[in-house]
């Protein structure tokens, strides 16, 4: 790079580091570089003493892997339940209000059992939870979070397609009788937890890739607040496993995450919440009612293409049915899928092995639950358009979907998925999940919105909580640079940042447009 481009990229840098996140940095880097420090890594323990420190106060020193931090600042920022709106404008303040709003409500919904002294155990391989098949979908069925994305058979062809680079930590709660009473299906990963800071994240199975929406834990209704308690307890025990704790894709209305906000409060830890959007559309009792609540326009252009493809075409709408017909169903996805992102210079969502994998796998358990959706659009015999989805409990999601952008022009996309609509109406079907992502086209079908928290936390005084603090810094610094640059100045920044040694560009689009990370730290 060019002294000049280095230059360049400065001020970007700086958003990422200030003043007190550098003083923190540097207090923490007293003997080793930040990017090697965890409970893992075998650096052996060292103390700073600060002598004007009491016991009982606040900024009494903490050990850390290669160092102490004992500032009273570093106190203040590791400690509590602190939320994304602090300094950060009206959308981190509409998290709080939203969060706080819900809170509540949701408590009030929910009918509580006295519960104590649940049992926690650790699995931590695959082949321990083996015997699960039956009671995971039992006891899924007896939560408040059932969705598709914690059946068994998801989380399962999940995990055979990307755990191999992860490590499993499923944890469950057991009442004295020995009834379960919770599963939380844990990976813990080596991450980038905060601004030249590393170490062990633990996130729900299913998060990071695939497509994965709607996670939770899995507990029996009532037993959220014994769960959330019992589970903290161990994490709180086993605390050199783990340094952050990090739950994406939660719903809004989850009793699991009203359970957990108000008992990281009790236990003063660190905690960052920021929202994620999604779409959903119910659906009506017959094909004209859905399209008569329809803005105009949209009811004429549906018409009006329908019309003109099954002028010009003989037109077939086919549904994947059996194990036989999948691997061709699946070629057709990934291949219209890719050639219309190769179009824009990308190579889409299925260059991984690891996706397809996952693809096929989820595919038949679905076909063999007869919850798969997958349908393709024939246009004269040839497949123009598939769309893959699936229903759970009288409701579709839209997951993944390709078309022939030589077809473009007769929107085909948008034909095959209101022929989907009609036939699932037809079937019963109540409700079109869009998912996550708040793409224009969703509110064109009069889809509502949803909101998804995304919940970060760490325990006071940790590791973890000096990386949430960092990164929450860096992220308000950076949403403060953005706000005030202009948008090609903004955009030459972001190049040159990636053109830096370590400076990596994020290219990973979750289906409905969601970002994800796109890069895994290997194991060290």
Known sequence: MTKTRKLIALPLLAAQILPLNLFTSLLLGISRPVSHWSPACGVPQRSVVFPHCTMGDPRVKRQYCGAVVCLEAAANLSNGVTMTHQGAGSESESAQQFVDAVSPAVFQRVEVFDVSGLRVEKLASWDEIKSFDQVWNELLAASNSQTIFLTWEWVQAWWRAFGSTRHLVLLTCRDAEGDLVAIVPLQR??????????????????????????????????????????????????????????????????????????????????????????????????????????????????????????SRFTLQLRRCESLEELPECLAHLYSLHTKRWQLRGKSGSFDLTEKRIFYTEMGKRFLERGWLDFWQLDLDGQTVAVEFGFHHDTIYSFLQAGFDPDYAAYSVGRVLRCLIIEELIRRGIRGYDFLGGADEYKQRYGAQRLTYLSLASARPHSWGAAGLALRDGADKSKAWLRARLHEKLWAM??????????GTKDNTVRSGGSKVPGQILRNP
């Open 493 to 502: 920044l972001k190049r040159a940042y990636w053109c830096l040694p370590g």
């Open 189 to 310: 990963t080596w991450e980038n937890i905060g601004p030249g800071m590393s170490g062990w994240m633990l996130r729900l199975v299913g998060d990071d890739i695939g497509g994965s929406e709607n996670l939770d834990w899995i507990v029996r209704r009532g037993h959220e607040a014994a769960a959330v308690r019992a589970v903290l307890d161990w994490l709180e025990e086993n605390r050199s496993e783990w340094d952050t704790l990090e739950l994406n894709t939660v719903p809004a209305h989850s009793p699991v995450a009203a359970a957990l906000r108000h008992e990281l409060a009790v236990r003063r830890w660190r905690l960052i919440v920021h929202e994620g959007v999604g779409y959903f559309r119910w659906l009506p009792d017959n094909w004209e009612a859905f399209v008569a609540s329809l803005p105009r326009n949209m009811r004429a252009q549906i018409r009006s293409r329908l019309r003109r493809v099954q």
